[in-house]
């Protein structure tokens, strides 16, 4: 019997390449996922072409139509209401939200780096491998946690570790990460989807399968 698939949004404001990783794992069924809403905060993302190519929805909510999170948040939620989505996954989202209780621990991010270092305001895409090589760490990585109202700062689902060589530039670095990425998020998605994360304080303990 195939699995139910879970209800997804995806929200991003840049390239897409990982809605388009979550799109190939959901199509070939290695993801019980469906995406049935991809939201930029940008009108120009590349990320929303992604989507229409697909058929599915691409909504725009711009940022900077609105000034405090509050009211931004209260925007992309009611767009986002008619999707009813039940899980929300941040690809390239850049925008601070605040999440409404119904939407608590159903919304997941991935971060170029091991939190809690080089995360927070300012910390984003090119930069955070920019600041990794500047500050001469040996290891990089990529964090899936859940999203809270601050960045990059809600329960961590997983981690995984790459190196960081000797000859790197902020673009190898990425590339190196970005693959890390691709496998992390998928696999924490999953675990989202089977009911099998169980947050305790700032702990997230994995149940296993039945
Ligand atoms: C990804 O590497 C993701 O980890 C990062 O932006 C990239 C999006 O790439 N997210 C953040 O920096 C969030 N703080 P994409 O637009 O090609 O999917």
Same mark, same amino acid.
């Given at each position: 019997m195939s699995e139910a698939k879970r209800k997804v949004a995806v929200l991003l404001s840049g390239n897409g390449t990982t809605l388009e990783n979550l799109f190939q794992r959901g199509e070939s069924g290695a993801l019980p996922i469906q995406v049935v809403a991809v939201l930029s905060?940008? *009108?120009?993302? #590349?990320g929303l072409e992604r989507a229409r190519r697909r058929g599915v929805p691409a909504l725009v909510v711009e940022? !900077?139509? +609105?000034?405090?999170p509050e009211e931004y948040s209260a925007a992309l939620f009611e767009a986002l209401a008619p999707y009813a989505p039940e899980l929300v996954c941040l690809a390239g989202f850049m925008s601070l939200l605040r999440i409404p209780p119904a939407y608590e621990q159903r919304i997941l991010n991935v971060h170029p780096?091991?939190?809690? *270092? +080089?995360?927070? !305001?300012? #910390? #984003?895409g090119m930069k955070v491998h920019e600041a990794v090589l500047r500050h001469g760490c040996k290891v990089s990585g990529c964090t899936v946690h859940f999203v809270d109202n601050e960045y990059d700062h809600g329960p961590i689902v997983l981690q995984r570790a790459v190196p960081v060589l000797e000859n790197d530039t902020p673009e190898s670095l990425s590339e190196r990460v970005q693959a890390a990425e691709r496998e992390a998020y998928p696999e924490a998605i999953r675990l989202l989807a089977q009911g099998q994360l169980r947050v305790e304080g700032r702990r997230v303990r994995v149940l296993t399968s039945k």
């Open positions: 905060s940008r *009108a120009d993302a #590349y940022r !900077k139509r +609105f000034v405090l780096a091991l939190l809690p *270092a +080089f995360g927070g !305001k300012g #910390y #984003y």
